[in-house]
Structures are given as structure tokens and as C-alpha cells.
């Protein structure tokens, strides 16, 4: 059927295929049934309708379920919940009548300043990849294509458009390509995305080692690579280099390098009409996996389902319950789970308590039906029986990082004087039998956005003393920090009794959060990367190779990203990857390795005993 939809093609009919022409779309070809290939974000749910530039249509009918975001997914360890995960994704993209949801996104953390770390998952190739496989196996039983991305190696925000990354083959082939190769392989993930920045002098999107070598001829992969907005830079490299849809656009469609000036250059002769075939091959690949292709005199085709509810109350329990089992439990003496009955008071103190996130950090924003805040799922846990002290704290963050580029317009809520915030917090916590403080980073300002890194790990808005002026007027402090990983802690972690990381949970996240609080839920998350106690620690700022130098940054750790390096180096983090307590103690005995039937390469099976 490709082959037979191939021949019946104008050449200007094949090159409409291959570019954008609208901001989440390509043009169809009605006249033979060929409907347009609709795409949204993103990795933690359908997002809101959009238009050229992203511009926000405000429309009232395209709220999603926004889940707990895929950092978190990770500290769960759990595959099932990633394929549920997925989906929920994919079910709501289908409502939506989306082919293509861009996600997810599996770049690894290479430093704990990554604006997009919290819409990764983490440090450990492997974790990534067993979660990456189940998500897009969960999304794409549902009809609609996984768009996994960026291919590869985006794991720096900061000159994203431009960086040079050097990576040896063997870091790049063992820690930044396997969740890739997992997705093409395993999941038979239909399309892939090409990052933005280059990788050993070759942009992402026009890369043939990546593309054409080692995507396409090594891997086998036959769906369709998608350009990231705007990150094509060359029509000859574009052409030949496999980059199959350009998206973005350079003022008018049909002025991008695979529009009008791919078509004279195959009117030319400049390029073979091969290399445009396989590109438009690889486009009817996914729509009638798709099952998109129909016969053109019936109605036009679409790939939404019967309409129901968007963000079913099923959809949202699923978010409940990874945003549950993401909490990372990092500290209890014995102050956690509270007990209501022997409480009267609770101050809540910080920012995040009132804080709303899914609707930040750049594409990956969501536009949820509602967000249960910390304070409001604390406030529906106790149903009214206990008396809730509020205080604000500190001023949240904006405008601090290292920022070259924002996609979203920011409201800057005008600062309030710090030192009455902290005086204010002060009484409150002194007042109360307990306080739980909820701080951490947010999506303003260069946190945990797109288009910006952090520009150090400490933690914004004076909350280092905040929390030890609170911590002094009642040592009963529960500190609850959200955000998109690692913060410094040294200030205060001694002599706070218990902490815990939130990531950002979702639509959900407050009741979340209040079900582990008070111990209806039992903590189990653990990292899925490494705290260090500085960022002067991490392998990338040891060596002095981010954010780089005269546009170029060169992977000078190699192999040793995350715990490897820790490990390896002997470097004491703050709390390890993998770390994670919870409201149970356990113990191991008795380890015993049993080598498998045959002498060599085969698995080894780990036995031990576990008290509970
Ligand atoms: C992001 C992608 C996203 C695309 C479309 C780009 O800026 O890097 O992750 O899918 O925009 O919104």
C-alpha cells in the first residue's frame, strides 16, 4: 500500500509531506485520502491546543490529566506504572485526535542543572530505558505514535540551538543512546525526534552517523524522524542526512529548507528523488500503522475516538498513585507519618504549599481540569478537624537562571518584604505542634524550564535560613521540597527531623503528599539521581565541562555520569541514587549468587533474605 500511494504522487505533493505546515501538523493530500499528521506535546500529557508560534488558543475543551512529571515516574522503579502512564497519555491523545504525542522525553541527566531534567528520567541509562520501553508500549496500544526524544544528547538547555557536544562512542553508545535504542527496538517506538544540539560537529537533526548510520542502518528503524521546532539548519544536510518531517518554521512554511528549497533542488537534480521516497515511505510507515489512510471519497479520516470526559477520574487516580509511589523519603526521626489524633495544630509554611505547577516549564506545560495544591490535599486529608496555620515564607523565585532563551511570557507577582515573610513563618511555626514546610524550586525563572538551566543548586528565595529559623522555633519540621532534583541541604538537613522530595506530582500532587504525610501511603520511591552535597562534586563540574566553552562542551567523564562517577571517584553524595526510605525498616541476609547453567555469559541469580 506505501508503495501504491508512493506512485501516485506529485513530486510537490511528496515535498508538502515532508515539512510542517502548521505548527503541530503537515499538510495531507486529500485527493488520495492522505489526511494532515496532527502532533502535540508532550511527555506529561495532551497539551493544551496551540497555535503558530505556540501561541495558546484558550479553548475550554482541551484540558488533559496532568501527570506527576516523568522524573518522578522514574522514582517509582515501577514499569507497570510507566506503561500505565502511557496510557493515560495515550488514551486522552486519541480523544484529542493527535497521531503523534512528542514524548517521552529520555535525554539523561548529565548535571543536576538541566532545566528539563524534571520531564527526563534520570541519570541511569538502564532505569530510563525499562521506563521509556513501558510508557511507549502503554501509548501506542492506544493508536497514537510515541514521538520519543531528543535524539540525542540534550542534556544541557543553556545554548541548546548551538552547543557542540564532543562524546566519545562508547559514552554516547552506553549512556546517552541506549533508552533510544530500547525505544526503536523493543517498543517499536513510530517516531523519533531530533534534538537541537549538535553532537561532535553535526546538528541532531541533519547528524548521518546518528540518523542514517546508526538510528536507521544499525537499529532497523522504519518510522519517521522528526525535526525538534526550528532545529533543522541546512537543506542539503537535512536531505541527506535522514531527517524525514522538518518542523518549526522560518517565517512561512514553505520556506523551510525541506519546502520550497528541497523541490528545486530535486527539480534540479541536485538530489535524488530516492532520498525524498524514503522519506515519504517512512511517513505512510506510521499513518497506516496508524490505520489513518482511508478512501478519500468517504468522510475525511481522523484518528479521534468517540468523545467522552478528557481527564476521566480513572485517568486521575493513576496520577494519584504514581505521584504516591514517586515521594522520596530522604530523612525520618521518627517524626513521620503524622498522627492527627495526637495533633492540633500544623503551620504550613512555603511557597510550593500554594503553589500550582502543570502549567509551566515550557512544552512540557499541561492544562489540567484542576491541581490539588499541598495545602489544599493537607486540608482534604484532615477534613476540617485541625486547625491550619498558613504561611507564605519567602518570595518564590523568578528570573534567575541561566537563561538564553524562554518560550513563555512570565507573571511576576510583585515580592513581598522578606524579612516580614520570615517573621511571619516564625510565629506560625512557633505556634503549632507541627510544621510542615513546602519549598524547593518551581517552573519560574530558569528553574526547571525550558530554554534555561539553573545556574547553581542552592536553593532560591533565602529558604536555606528560612528553614533554620523555623526548624529553631519547633524542632517538629517536616520539610518538603519539590522541584526537578538535587538541591544543596547542608544548611539545615542536620537538624531537620524529616524530608521528603515531591518531584512535581501532578495534578494529584497535594492529596498525594498529604496520603504519605499522615501514613495512609508508605514512602517508596528512591532516586533516580544522585544528590551531591555540591555541584561542585558532579562529574561534569568537576571537570569543568559545562556549560562549555566557545560554544563547544566536551563529555570529558565519559562513562561516568551520575553514581558511576561517584563510585568511582569515591565521592560521599548527599544521598545516593537509589536512595529512599520509607516507613518500614528492612533487612538483608544471607546474599548468595547462583551462577546460571552455563559457564559463561550466563545470568547470575542474586538470592537473599528480607526481614520486614
Ligand atoms: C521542544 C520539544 C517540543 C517542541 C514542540 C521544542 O521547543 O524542545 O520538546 O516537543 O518544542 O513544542
Not at 546518528?210 to 536531505?239: M, P, Q, R, Y
Not at 522541584?483 to 500532587?509: I, K
Request: aromatic fraction near 8%; charge should be negative; include cysteine.
Amino acid at each position: 500500500r506505501v508503495e501504491d500511494l508512493l506512485s501516485r504522487l506529485t513530486l510537490e505533493e511528496k515535498v508538502s509531506l515532508v515539512h510542517a505546515n502548521a505548527h503541530f501538523s503537515t499538510a495531507g493530500v486529500p485527493r488520495l485520502g492522505i489526511p494532515d499528521l496532527k502532533m502535540d506535546d508532550g511527555p506529561l500529557g495532551v497539551r493544551e491546543e496551540v497555535g503558530e508560534h505556540g501561541v495558546i488558543l484558550n479553548h475550554k475543551d482541551d484540558f488533559a490529566t496532568a501527570m506527576p512529571g516523568t522524573l518522578g515516574l522514574a522514582a517509582t522503579w515501577d514499569v507497570d506504572l510507566a506503561k500505565a502512564y502511557g496510557t493515560v497519555i495515550g488514551q486522552e491523545a486519541k480523544q484529542r485526535g493527535k497521531d503523534i504525542m512528542l514524548g517521552p522525553a529520555v535525554n539523561i541527566q548529565r548535571t543536576p542543572l538541566c532545566g528539563r531534567n524534571f520531564e527526563y528520567m534520570g541519570e541511569d541509562p538502564f532505569l530510563t530505558s525499562r521506563m521509556t520501553v513501558n510508557y511507549i508500549e502503554g501509548e501506542q496500544a492506544q493508536g497514537v505514535s510515541s514521538c520519543v526524544k531528543h535524539f540525542a544528547a540534550n542534556s544541557q538547555e543553556y545554548q541548546r540551538g548551538s552547543i557542540n557536544e564532543i562524546i566519545d562512542e562508547r559514552a554516547l553508545r552506553e549512556i546517552y543512546l541506549p533508552a533510544f535504542r530500547a525505544a526503536v527496538q523493543e517498543a517499536e517506538v513510530m517516531t523519533v525526534m531530533g534534538a537541537y544540539n549538535q553532537i561532535n560537529g553535526q546538528h541532531c537533526c541533519e547528524n548521518e552517523r546518528l540518523l542514517n548510520e546508526i538510528l536507521k542502518n544499525e537499529w532497523g528503524f522504519k518510522g519517521a524522524v522528526i525535526s525538534d521546532w526550528g532545529g533543522v539548519h541546512h537543506t542539503d544536510l537535512a536531505a541527506l542526512n535522514g531527517m524525514d518531517i522538518e518542523m518549526g518554521t522560518r517565517g512561512a512554511y514553505a520556506g523551510n529548507y525541506l519546502a520550497n528549497p528541497f523541490l528545486e533542488g530535486l527539480k534540479s537534480g541536485k538530489f535524488p528523488v530516492s532520498v525524498l521516497d524514503d522519506k515519504v515511505r517512512r511517513h505512510f510507515h506510521v499513518m497506516f500503522k496508524l490505520n489513518l489512510i482511508h478512501d478519500p471519497s468517504a468522510p475525511p479520516a481522523t484518528n479521534a475516538a468517540p468523545p467522552t470526559l478528557l481527564s476521566t477520574r480513572a485517568h486521575q487516580e493513576i496520577a494519584l498513585k504514581i505521584a504516591e509511589e514517586s515521594l522520596v523519603l530522604l530523612k525520618n526521626q521518627n517524626l513521620l507519618p503524622l498522627d492527627p489524633a495526637q495533633t492540633k495544630s500544623i503551620a504550613i509554611i512555603g511557597a510550593n504549599a500554594t503553589a500550582k505547577f502543570a502549567h509551566g516549564g515550557g512544552s512540557a506545560m499541561i492544562k489540567p481540569p484542576y491541581e490539588i495544591t499541598a495545602l489544599e490535599g493537607i486540608s482534604n486529608r484532615l477534613g476540617g478537624n485541625m486547625k491550619l496555620i498558613y504561611a507564605q515564607g519567602y518570595n518564590p523565585p523568578v528570573g534567575s537562571g541561566r537563561v538564553d532563551f524562554r518560550p513563555e511570557p512570565e507573571e511576576t507577582p510583585a515580592p513581598l518584604n522578606p524579612s516580614n515573610l520570615m517573621a511571619e513563618a516564625v510565629a506560625a511555626a512557633k505556634s503549632a505542634d507541627v510544621v510542615i514546610y513546602v519549598g524547593g524550586l518551581n517552573h519560574k525563572g530558569g528553574y526547571d524550564t525550558e530554554g534555561a538551566d539553573r545556574k547553581d543548586i542552592k536553593l532560591p528565595g533565602g529558604q536555606d535560613e528560612l528553614i533554620q529559623k523555623i526548624v529553631q522555633a519547633n524542632p517538629r519540621t517536616v520539610v518538603v521540597l519539590m522541584g526537578g532534583g538535587a538541591v544543596e541541604m547542608d544548611a539545615w538537613l542536620a537538624r531537620v527531623p524529616a524530608v521528603l522530595y515531591t518531584w512535581y506530582p501532578g495534578l494529584e500532587g497535594g492529596n498525594a503528599l498529604a496520603h504519605v504525610l499522615f501514613g495512609d501511603v508508605n514512602p517508596s520511591g528512591k532516586l533516580p539521581c544522585t544528590f551531591p552535597k555540591r555541584l561542585a562534586d558532579s562529574p561534569a563540574h568537576a571537570l569543568h565541562t559545562y556549560p562549555g566553552t566557545n560554544g563547544t562542551v566536551v563529555y570529558k567523564e565519559g562513562l561516568l555520569v551520575g553514581y558511576r562517577w561517584f563510585d568511582t571517584k569515591k565521592i560521599k553524595p548527599l544521598f545516593p541514587f537509589g536512595y529512599g526510605l520509607s516507613y518500614t525498616t528492612f533487612k538483608y541476609s544471607n546474599l548468595n549468587l547462583v551462577p546460571g547453567p552455563e559457564a559463561l555469559g550466563a545470568p547470575v541469580t542474586v538470592e537473599f533474605e528480607l526481614a520486614n
